[in-house]
């Protein structure tokens, strides 16, 4: 790779103009809308509260409790990295030592090898 | 006695049972379920005795709702329920003594020849007899189509049994269509009576024809006769009903398919003659009888038409060469009597031909039946001839049932026929239209005569004329024991009401009347009669003796001088087809009065046209309009899914662009940008 | 304290060039990395009114949002892995064989 990125202008980028309209959209609405001043949370540390939050203990900064939220979120995880190999793994192949030859195969292999080496 | 209203629903629920028998284990019988058959219908036949037995001592009519099909109160509820009082116990008793005789007749007519498929036919047979029992234990017009409708259906089975043969089905669908026809008619009447009354039961304060009595004097509220006059409006439907009596009674117009009948087994043709289908629909008339004697214009056509057929059929039959056609005849004739009479007024006059005949008709079709075994299956009298020294029985049970069917005296048809005409003729004296219906009456006994002893002399008289007849093939015990039941039956039953009699000794024998005479408030002869009086203007008339007895006379004058007739033409060695001196007449009668013709023509070129326009109708514009939905939405669809590119960059700017185009109309309205 | 409206329109911004991204390009990575910049302009928003209302709520979900996207990345990635080995390419569209 000897080039340098460049700007690719074109026709491709029409589309965009509907991000744009939507941000001027958003920002005319926000711009326009008037908030109270901003209640913050006083003395006591944010991090330590959110820890205390996440496992059901009362913190310095009350707050709802998230325990079940926080063990779901954790199956979520692992739910997602099974899918991942899932996903990844070659269709009736036992990965990467089942050595099939071809280069989409290899580069398969070497993916999952690297999610394998997560765990 | 209350033990016997009890067991009223086996009466009806043996035979079904018979059936299922039949039908799933019958090949596995010894005789092919004939025995199941048998043992139904003779238990049938004891429990109706006991039934018969109760209402005699009882005397009140049995009213009992059995099952409620759909209970809904408003505006009408269905149900299943049984009727017992004196009419229907009557014809319990006949039908149930029929169809256990006809049972044991098949035995030699089915079994003994070797039939193939005696399982089904036993099993159309109970079915056959489950149906007219459960019809005439109906407790209201709805049950009764139901079961009407089941008898035209075993008898479309049992005449079609020879289906490999062309005759047989054919004539199935005939007599299924024809009789379909008219049963289109009692449909809607039965409608018209629900949505009328709200009720179809026969009997009890709540009944139509008390209802449509107190709506005729005024008294009754809630009565939609859908803006016609209450008179009017009950005649249309009584007619509607009628629809369906006259095509399953076979009479003018809606004959035709009875003559074809005769293709089914001959103890069927018995069955279906004197007891169940054709009976039907007298049957029906005689258990509405207190609606029907509100509308003088309904009975005043249930009478011509009666009269009329009577006469009709009866001409008919004088030149058929097969004996069963002759019956066949004979009976749309006698049904046709039976008409006249219940239009005349004579309740107990149709009842009770309508109990000789199903004793005379039965006996003759089993005789015929016996006849045709002999024959080896051949039908046509003229190969016949001296069948009288070789099959003894069978010739004087015959003619007991022949004697009875022309009516002579002391047979059972004189005393029934006679009553019929005489009530004819008492009605005639006021009204032009009954005295013609008398007359065609009174004409129909000469050619009921000249029939009935052409048959009997072609058949069992003479010289043989053909090698069978000189040796028929003879037949057992089960074919003559129907018959000589039968045959006594035929000759006695007539003296249950010997009117000529009591008129001339003044002796209380009219036990038919007097049984008619009790039973439930709404249901007897004394309150039709009152019915009748009122409503139809038939007031009563004065029978002097000697009316009664000239009536009798003149009806047994012409009935001897049809057998005369027969006799002098026929009852000689070698008799002559003297139908050829007839001429053009001979066709026109041996033709059917181009009857069958007419109908052909008239579903042919008329009804199969309409049809077609109905077709084109259809095809063209309620399928053309649903085809035309259709391939418009497919050619929107079609362009409608090119919207799907299937690439992601479209469909997110399709939802950014959405998206926008919402912030920006919720936000105007909202007075976001202000 | 710095107004909630600035916040909003970070986000706004961040959103927006996420989408920018995904309305323009044709690289499934690129794809990922977009989605990545509109989850996090949602959590800029989270965090936002968390403290505009005083309420600790709004911090912990930014906290689940992050950890959902991760798993949503990893998903995201074995289909882009099946994507390339049945079209042989990372352009989102030249999958459209399922479309009708």
């Known amino acids: 790779m000897t080039t340098r990125p460049r700007l690719k202008l074109g026709s491709h980028l029409l589309p965009g103009l509907a991000a744009v309209a939507l941000f001027v959209v958003m920002a005319a609405a926000f711009l326009s809308a008037q908030f109270p001043a901003p209640q913050g949370f006083g003395s006591g540390s944010i991090t330590a509260s959110i820890g205390y939050a996440i496992f059901d203990l009362s913190g310095p900064i009350t707050s709802e409790y998230f325990l079940v939220a926080f063990e779901i979120m954790g199956v979520l995880l692992v739910a997602a990295l099974v899918g991942a190999v899932m996903l990844a793994r070659e269709e009736g192949g036992l990965g990467p030592l089942s050595g099939s030859g071809s280069r989409d195969v290899r580069a398969d292999g070497a993916i999952e090898t690297e999610t394998e080496s997560d765990h | 006695m209350v033990g016997a209203f009890e067991f009223a629903p086996a009466i009806a629920a043996l035979p079904f049972v018979s059936f299922l028998v039949a039908l799933f284990v019958g090949r596995f019988m010894p005789k092919k379920g004939a025995l199941a058959g048998i043992t139904a219908t003779g238990g049938s036949l004891l429990l109706s005795l006991w039934v018969y037995l109760a209402v005699l001592t009882s005397g009140d009519p049995h009213v009992e709702i059995v099952h409620t099909l759909i209970g809904v109160t408003d505006p009408f509820s269905l149900e299943l329920g049984i009727l017992i009082d004196q009419l229907s116990a009557l014809m319990l008793l006949i039908v149930s003594l029929i169809s256990f005789l006809v049972f044991v007749f098949s035995l030699g007519y089915m079994n003994d020849e070797g039939e193939t498929g005696l399982p089904r036919y036993y099993a159309g047979l109970s079915l056959f007899s489950f149906s007219m029992l459960a019809f005439v234990m109906a407790s209201n017009l709805f049950m009764a189509f139901m079961f009407f409708e089941l008898v035209g259906l075993c008898s479309y089975l049992l005449i079609g049994f020879w289906f490999r043969a062309d005759a047989p089905p054919s004539a199935a669908k005939k007599a299924f269509l024809v009789t379909r026809f008219g049963d289109y008619f009692f449909l809607i009447g039965v409608v018209g009576v629900l949505g009328t009354f709200g009720t179809a039961a026969f009997a009890g304060d709540g009944s139509f024809p008390v209802l449509a009595e107190q709506a005729l004097a005024g008294e009754a509220a809630g009565i939609n006769t859908f803006g016609f006059d209450p008179q009017t409006w009950f005649t249309i439907l009584g007619l509607l009903v009628l629809g369906g009596v006259m095509g399953k009674s076979a009479q003018f117009p809606l004959h035709t398919w009875l003559p074809d009948a005769m293709e089914g087994p001959t103890p069927v043709s018995a069955l279906i003659h004197a007891a169940t289908m054709v009976a039907a629909g007298v049957y029906l008339v005689a258990r509405m009888y207190g609606f029907y004697a509100l509308s003088p214009t309904a009975l005043a056509i249930i009478a011509f038409v009666g009269g009329f057929t009577a006469l009709f059929a009866a001409t008919m039959g004088v030149v058929k060469r097969e004996i069963k056609q002759v019956l066949a005849y004979s009976t749309i004739s006698q049904y046709g009597y039976m008409m006249l009479a219940l239009g005349v007024g004579g309740y107990v006059a149709g009842v009770f031909h309508l109990t000789t005949h199903a004793m005379f008709k039965a006996l003759l079709f089993l005789g015929a039946g016996a006849v045709i075994v002999a024959m080896h299956h051949n039908e046509d009298m003229w190969k016949m001839g001296g069948l009288k020294e070789r099959l003894p029985v069978t010739y004087y049970t015959f003619l007991a049932g022949s004697l009875a069917l022309a009516g002579i005296i002391p047979f059972a048809g004189f005393w029934s026929k006679d009553e019929v005409l005489f009530e004819a003729l008492l009605r005639g004296m006021d009204n032009p239209i009954f005295l013609v219906a008398y007359a065609m009456g009174l004409i129909g006994v000469f050619f009921t005569g000249l029939y009935t002893f052409r048959m009997v002399f072609l058949t069992f008289h003479g010289e043989p004329r053909t090698t069978i007849a000189e040796d028929p093939h003879h037949f057992g015990w089960n074919m003559k024991f129907p018959m000589v039941v039968l045959g006594v039956l035929a000759t006695v039953v007539g003296l249950i009401n010997m009117t000529p009699v009591a008129e001339l000794t003044g002796a209380h024998i009219e036990f038919l009347h007097i049984w008619f005479e009790h039973g439930g408030e709404t249901l007897t002869v004394e309150h039709y009669g009152a019915l009748l009086e009122q409503w139809a203007g038939y007031g009563a008339v004065d029978a002097s003796t000697a009316l009664v007895l000239g009536s009798g006379a003149v009806s047994l004058l012409l009935a001897l001088a049809g057998a005369g007739a027969a006799h002098v033409l026929y009852n000689v060695p070698d008799p002559d087809e003297h139908t050829d001196k007839l001429g053009s007449i001979k066709t026109v009668l041996f033709n059917n009065y181009y009857q069958d013709e007419y109908q052909v023509w008239l579903a042919e070129g008329l009804t199969a046209n309409v049809a077609r326009g109905a077709d084109t109708f259809d095809q063209g514009i309620i399928d053309g309009a649903v085809n035309g939905v259709s391939s418009v939405s497919l050619f929107l669809g079609d362009r409608a899914r090119r919207l799907q590119t299937g690439v992601v960059t479209n469909y997110a700017a399709l939802l950014t662009l959405g998206l926008v185009v919402l912030l920006v109309a919720v936000g105007i309205l909202g007075g976001w940008f202000v | ?100």
Do not use: H, K
């Open chain 3, 1 to 100: 304290m710095v107004p909630s409206q600035y916040y909003l329109v970070l986000s706004a911004a961040v959103f927006c060039i996420g989408l920018f991204g995904i309305l323009t390009r044709r690289n499934a990575l690129v794809f990922l990395m977009s989605v990545e910049l509109m989850l996090n302009a949602a959590n800029i928003n989270l965090v936002a009114f968390s403290v505009q209302n005083g309420n600790l709520t709004g911090q912990v979900f930014s906290l689940f949002t992050i950890a959902t996207a991760a798993a949503e990345v990893a998903v995201g990635i074995g289909i882009i892995l099946v994507l390339y080995r049945n079209f042989n390419d990372v352009d989102v569209t030249t999958a459209t064989t399922m479309r009708w």
